[in-house]
């Protein structure tokens, strides 16, 4: 029997005067869940699917996927890479799918090991509303109406804080013209996930936003609570035997018995703890293993962990390794480690360990992006890696994960808002943040390194960076303790992860993980002022490393001059084919930009090749005046004078009685320093050496060919082309309009 089609079904709200439309049942029948989000002219389809049984018997994670897959043609665009279509995703697309992930993992049940697969497929973007935000309430919608146990729904959304406004769903635009551009996603009662944002915000700012984000979230859940209602299907059970997992749990508490609370005792160390751990999970197994399973110990083993670090922070206010509540690790700074690198930042809190290394180059290196974005270049890149020695792993190296994408672009957004704009600074920036050795917070830690770092190179950014991460013990009865600059196992343990990272004078990026309901706006109040006090102390310790950004580069660092030149002139810069830039380059080693606007960037090592390549850019490109010297070749003699060329494509006559002294020992090919005496009415060119020594008597008078002269390469002299100056159509090298860029 032939499968019955189904009506599409929709769903529409107005929010912060915006249409959200959701609508399932048009495209992706056969998964679990398919929802199509749209807002404005910007539409993603986001599907769910889940494995008819778990992957395995003995895990004890969810093995959840979130793909997140941007299609070109949803802006009309053929990709730009070789094969002409869409790879692996890019930065964009694994950011993407994390927002989606975290906000969403924390919700399905216990017990639930079964594989489930979010996809989220952009099918048209409008270049002002972003697709990514659209996908993550299409996730929880799809998740809704399919079969899938989940503990929703969720609502998202971005929010601008613009000329003293705050924008729900703002436009590209808005969010880059904003001071904080912040993601929300929260159930009715509680806040689930936050990415952000900022340019030095306060923390009021920052509480009011996810305020009436969780307001417009709200909003959002009722429309998919609707699409539910009218579609829906029935939620698969989740077998999970609470009870059993109950008597496991006491077993293995008779087991420990005082051990654990001997060894938190002692406030041990990472190593310590690491060590104590394995004794006394090989005691438990060795004591259970015959009568559950590995999945049943595990689960237990860790549960009952879990209530003696928690217990011993909740009751004592003291954590694992003896730290007060609001206590920072030590720290120590050091700049200048790499003698090559052009800055170094080396900080250490604790056993976490960051290395960051500032390079710089010509804004030809700006990362050039393929996305569905307005965005296609990036001058400032922050790169983050996490090697396994780091944890003191042995363990196969692979390319940067989801993970370092994370955590690099989450440092990248802190320290973004203090680089020097590229007219005052006109570098491209890239930071390497290497974790070295890893305790908690390497992402923080990559926060400090860089700021260290862009200090150490010179690059004169407006303030230091610092950055925390902060965590949440809950109990019973409203009882909570936050803690500052939390290790590895107060973030495992624990019920939030809160990275804060700013300037003295407020916030430029935070990321918040919660695993709780519990979380109050008092207590979020509450943990952004500890967050402030604990920024403010790793500064102190970072400032008595270095204090300011360095008086000079470092003396391997490229130095760049900028300059801007009529866009008249861009066309004799580049030249036909771009052989008068590439001439240049080649000539003094330098690199060259040219921008549209006429913007002219040159980069190099060696000053002197600089100023050269700088003259002779300004050379090709200023308006010629009477009263310029010029230093040209002697390209034709004549009978009544000579023809030396001043710039490419353009010659200057000077007559005999004009050379003074040297009219008897003139050759082609000979270097002449002249100056305009004239430029006559049809912008022929007349020069002098006797004016360059006070001379101004006009030449004897003498013959000119019949029929005049033209001193333009065009007429005269034949063969040669016209004016090669503005001709924008072939003049503009092997990109074809649009931007040069020259490299040696």
């Known amino acids: 029997m032939a499968t019955e089609l189904t009506s599409p079904v929709s769903v529409t709200s107005q929010i912060d005067g915006k249409t959200l439309t959701l609508e399932t049942g048009r495209l992706a029948n056969q998964a679990h869940g398919s929802v199509v989000v749209t807002l404005g002219e910007t539409m993603v389809l986001v599907t769910a699917v889940m494995s008819a049984r778990p992957r395995a018997e003995d895990i004890d994670f969810l093995p959840l996927t979130v793909d997140y897959e941007e299609r070109m043609y949803s802006v009309g665009k053929i990709p730009g890479s070789f094969f002409r279509r869409e790879g692996r995703p890019g930065q964009d697309g694994i950011l993407a799918s994390r927002l989606t992930d975290r906000s969403i993992r924390p919700l399905f049940p216990k017990g639930l090991h079964n594989d489930i697969q979010i996809t989220l497929t952009t099918l048209s973007s409008d270049m002002e509303n972003p697709p990514e935000i659209l996908g993550m309430i299409g996730a929880s919608a799809a998740i809704g109406i399919s079969q899938i146990p989940f503990d929703g729904p969720i609502g998202s959304c971005r929010i601008a804080y613009l000329d003293g406004q705050y924008i729900i769903h703002p436009t590209y635009e808005q969010s880059t013209e904003s001071t904080l551009s912040m993601v929300v996603s929260s159930s009715q009662d509680a806040i689930l996930m936050v990415e952000a944002g900022a340019n030095?915000?306060?923390?009021?700012?920052?509480?009011?936003?996810?305020?009436?984000?969780?307001?417009?979230?709200?909003?959002?859940?009722?429309?998919?609570?609707?699409?539910?209602?009218?579609?829906?299907?029935?939620?698969?059970?989740?077998d999970y035997d609470y009870a059993a997992a109950d008597a496991v749990v006491s077993k293995i508490k008779e087991v420990v018995g005082t051990r654990w609370s001997d060894l938190l005792a002692k406030n041990p160390g990472m190593y310590e703890m690491d060590d104590g751990e394995h004794e006394i999970s090989a005691l438990v197994t060795e004591a259970l293993s015959e009568d559950h399973s590995k999945t049943a110990i595990s689960e237990g083993f860790k549960a009952v962990f879990r209530d003696a670090v928690r217990g011993r922070i909740l009751k004592e206010h003291v954590r694992s390794d003896g730290r007060a509540l609001d206590q920072v690790r030590p720290i120590s700074c050091d700049t200048g480690l790499l003698p090559r690198a052009h800055?170094?930042?080396?900080?250490?809190?604790?056993?976490?360990?960051?290395?960051?290394?500032?390079?710089?180059?010509?804004?030809?290196?700006?990362?050039?992006?393929?996305?569905?974005?307005?965005?296609?270049?990036?001058?400032?890149?922050?790169?983050?890696?996490?090697?396994?020695?780091?944890?003191?792993?042995?363990?196969?190296?692979?390319?940067?994960?989801?993970?370092?994408?994370?955590?690099?672009?989450?440092?990248?957004?802190?320290?973004?808002?203090?680089?020097?704009?590229?007219?005052?600074?006109?570098?491209?920036?890239?930071?390497?943040?290497?974790?070295?050795?890893?305790?908690?917070?390497?992402?923080?830690?990559?926060?400090?390194?860089?700021?260290?770092?862009?200090?150490?190179?010179?690059?004169?950014?407006?303030?230091?960076?610092?950055?925390?991460?902060?965590?949440?013990?809950?109990?019973?009865?409203?009882?909570?303790?936050?803690?500052?600059?939390?290790?590895?196992?107060?973030?495992?343990?624990?019920?939030?992860?809160?990275?804060?990272?700013?300037?003295?004078?407020?916030?430029?990026?935070?990321?918040?993980?919660?695993?709780t309901t519990y979380l109050t706006p008092a207590i979020l109040k509450e943990a952004l002022e500890q967050a402030r006090q604990g920024r403010l102390h790793i500064m102190g310790k970072m400032n008595e490393s270095i204090s300011e950004v360095r008086g000079q580069m470092s003396e391997h660092a490229p130095k760049m001059i900028r300059m801007k030149i009529d866009v008249s002139k861009i066309g004799a810069l580049i030249g036909p084919g771009g052989r008068v830039i590439r001439a240049i380059i080649e000539d003094t080693g330098t690199t060259i930009n040219v921008e549209d606007d006429g913007s002219v960037t040159i980069g190099g090592v060696d000053p002197i090749m600089l100023d050269l390549a700088q003259s002779r850019v300004d050379a090709l490109t200023r308006e010629l005046a009477v009263g310029d010297i010029f230093t040209g070749k002697v390209v034709r003699l004549t009978n009544f004078g000579a023809f030396v060329e001043l710039v490419p494509g353009k010659d200057g006559l000077i007559r005999n009685g004009d050379l003074g002294d040297m009219e008897e020992d003139l050759a082609e090919g000979q270097e002449l320093t002249v100056m305009i005496r004239e430029i006559d009415s049809q912008g022929r060119v007349n020069l002098s050496r006797k004016a360059l020594f006070g001379d101004d008597s006009p030449p004897e008078s003498r013959p000119e060919p019949s029929g005049g002269f033209n001193r333009d390469r065009g007429s005269d002299r034949g063969g040669r082309g016209g004016d090669r100056g503005p001709n924008r159509g072939s003049g503009r090298g092997p990109s074809g309009g649009g931007r040069f860029q020259g490299n040696r």
Not at 215 to 226: D, R
Not at 377 to 406: K, L, V
Not at 440 to 454: D, E, I, K, N, Q
């Open 200 to 238: 030095e915000v306060s923390e009021e700012v920052i509480l009011e936003a996810i305020s009436m984000a969780q307001e417009a979230n709200s909003a959002t859940i009722g429309l998919i609570e609707e699409l539910v209602k009218k579609v829906g299907k029935t939620k698969v059970k989740v």
């Open 343 to 515: 800055g170094t930042g080396l900080f250490t809190r604790g056993e976490t360990q960051v290395m960051s290394i500032v390079t710089v180059g010509s804004l030809s290196l700006k990362q050039t992006i393929d996305s569905v974005g307005p965005d296609n270049t990036r001058r400032f890149m922050h790169h983050y890696n996490f090697p396994s020695y780091s944890t003191g792993e042995a363990r196969r190296a692979m390319s940067p994960g989801r993970r370092e994408i994370g955590h690099g672009a989450l440092a990248e957004r802190a320290i973004l808002p203090v680089l020097p704009s590229e007219d005052d600074f006109p570098y491209a920036i890239r930071i390497v943040s290497e974790c070295l050795s890893s305790n908690g917070s390497t992402s923080m830690g990559s926060v400090c390194g860089s700021s260290l770092s862009l200090m150490d190179a010179g690059i004169p950014i407006k303030a230091p960076v610092a950055g925390i991460a902060m965590g949440l013990i809950t109990g019973e009865d409203g009882e909570y303790a936050i803690l500052s600059d939390i290790q590895g196992i107060e973030d495992f343990l624990g019920d939030m992860d809160f990275k804060v990272a700013g300037t003295v004078d407020g916030v430029n990026a935070l990321q918040m993980d919660v695993k």
